[in-house]
């Protein structure tokens, strides 16, 4: 018997979505604090401490601390929003991505109630589903593989919605078979899939190919999800066009006037 609760969804946009869910009576979505973009009058907000799935219950409050404890270890806030719909007629709240790229929708049932994801690529569930962490065992994959040793595990039998940027892409992994990425690009994968990290070739190439100095390495069975633009490469090209902006002093630097200059458009000293 499913013990996640069951939730309908829709998603909206194409560079920069969000999922509108439908929630019966007594339903429950869970979310990051900050992820909420509307909802309908009759869902009651909450906010509790730990990830929301209700299965630190009994465990006393040592059990609720080491489910928070995990929850900031694997990058997220200490506390979690709920969000449950108290009318008998469904009604809708919807969620946000927080930058330009796709949702994934998961469904864990389908993946042996398991994933394991970057840290911050969580943005909401279905009541029911546990967050934990996943500590990586290979040094390599630990100190070079992008997202250190602590990674996300979702535990349960329920929706998932994960956020990545850029165009995503899933592939599925033979027995066998590897794929090596950048390891900025790993979104999540399923369990069975072996994640390390290896040189990436030469010196030569690994000093000025551009690439980096590792790779990260997928070897199957198993299903993985990749990103074509991570959010710390994004956010590296707005830092570097940002202090190229900053240290030409002229705020229209990137217009044709900004490079000619006002004054000598007109020959004027």
């Not at 469904?90 to 991505?97: P, Q, R, S, T």
Request: charged letters at 20%.
């Amino acid at each position: 018997m499913q013990k996640a609760h069951e939730v309908d969804y829709q998603i909206f946009g194409d560079d920069v979505q969000f999922v509108e869910i439908g929630l019966d009576y007594g339903e429950t979505i869970v979310a990051e604090p900050g992820a909420m973009m509307y909802m309908d009058q009759s869902i009651e907000m909450d906010t509790v401490f730990g990830d929301g799935s209700g299965k630190d219950k009994g465990k006393g409050f040592k059990g609720i601390l080491a489910t928070a404890g995990k929850k900031v270890l694997t990058g997220e806030n200490l506390f979690t929003s709920t969000f449950t719909n108290t009318s008998p007629v469904k009604k809708a709240i919807a969620f946000a991505a927080p930058y330009p790229g796709k949702i994934i929708p998961v469904e864990l049932m389908e993946y042996g109630g398991q994933l394991i994801c970057q840290r911050d690529a969580y943005l909401c569930s279905a009541k029911g589903i546990e967050i934990t962490i996943a500590f990586q065992k290979k040094i390599g994959a630990g100190f070079f593989g992008g997202e250190g040793f602590i990674m996300q595990k979702l535990l349960g039998d329920g929706l998932a919605f994960l956020h990545a940027g850029g165009t995503i892409i899933k592939k599925e992994l033979a027995a066998g078979e590897m794929l090596k990425l950048d390891t900025g690009c790993l979104v999540a994968f399923t369990q069975g899939v072996d994640y390390d990290v290896q040189f990436a070739g030469n010196v030569k190439s690994a000093l000025f190919g551009g690439e980096g100095l590792f790779l990260a390495t997928l070897r199957g069975p198993g299903t993985v999800w990749l990103q074509s633009l991570p959010f710390s490469r994004m956010a590296d090209r707005i830092f570097t066009a940002s202090r190229k902006a900053g240290g030409s002093g002229s705020k229209n630097e990137g217009s044709l006037l900004g490079s000619i200059g006002i004054g000598n458009l007109f020959g004027e000293d």
